[in-house]
């Protein structure tokens, strides 16, 4: 199975940009997802990379390496109802089984 | 589209009790549903994995006999906690998988927060 590693808090500025990094092993790695959730609520889904670079959407972007085995979530233009868990999922290439990682808790301030 | 519901969505049992969750996706077919569990503070950890018509593919340290799982149609499985203990109080989350644009995607139930006592 997939070792998913992210930072467990992180705090930032309303306005400001913050950066979740993701790290996790290769060996039968098929692509990430990016979810976030709030405290005591389902998931939502975010973005999914399975190609190297950048995808954008909005306000919210998320990068993938594969060969360093590495993503990252970028939140710009911090709100405040962007304080929330964001969960760094890998999908293996058996089957479309999910790894989570801990989840970075992020608490944006004003 | 790609609506999960979960039933109930909070539950308070006795000691000893068997609790069933339900989780159906409401506009899509689901042949792979998963269930997980989160306790405060943690991420989501895999009990298993649900396939219609078959038996479920339960993950390492998860006792199939105490979490039952039944998925009988395309569109609903079932959960159920037999013989509830006060550990076992958590937030149980269901998801459905769909392929879209290629990708396995899971749609994610609401959660069921189950509390023993």
């Known amino acids: 199975g997939q070792n998913i590693d992210q930072p467990t808090e992180m705090t930032a500025t309303e306005g400001a940009i913050v950066q979740i990094n993701c790290t996790y092993q290769?060996?039968?790695?098929?692509?990430l997802f990016w979810y976030q959730q709030h405290a005591g609520e389902a998931p939502t889904f975010l973005s999914y990379?399975?190609?190297?670079g950048l995808e954008e959407k909005g306000r919210f972007s998320s990068f993938l390496s594969r060969s360093k085995g590495y993503s990252y979530l970028l939140l710009k233009e911090l709100q405040m109802k962007d304080s929330a868990s964001y969960l760094c999922?890998?999908?293996?290439?058996?089957?479309?089984?999910?790894?989570f990682g801990g989840g970075t808790r992020v608490l944006v301030k004003p | 589209g790609a609506v999960v519901s979960q039933h109930p969505s909070w539950v308070i049992c006795k000691s000893g009790t068997s609790v069933k969750i339900e989780c159906r996706s409401l506009?899509?077919?689901?042949?792979?549903m998963f269930w997980y569990r989160q306790f405060p503070k943690q991420s989501l950890m895999l009990m298993a994995t649900?396939?219609?018509?078959?038996?479920?593919?339960?993950e390492q340290g998860v006792e199939k006999d105490k979490f039952l799982i039944n998925h009988a149609s395309l569109t609903l499985s079932t959960l159920t906690v037999t013989s509830a203990h006060p550990e076992d109080s958590s937030f149980y989350i269901c998801?459905?998988?769909?392929?879209?644009?290629?990708?396995?995607?899971?749609?994610f139930g609401p959660g069921t927060r189950l509390t023993v006592t």
């Open positions: 290769t060996s039968g790695f098929n692509g």
């Open positions: 506009d899509f077919q689901a042949t792979t």
């Open positions: 998801s459905a998988s769909a392929l879209a644009a290629g990708v396995h995607e899971q749609y």
């Open positions: 649900s396939n219609e018509g078959s038996k479920a593919t339960y």
């Open positions: 990379n399975v190609l190297d």
């Open positions: 999922a890998g999908q293996g290439t058996a089957g479309n089984k999910l790894t």
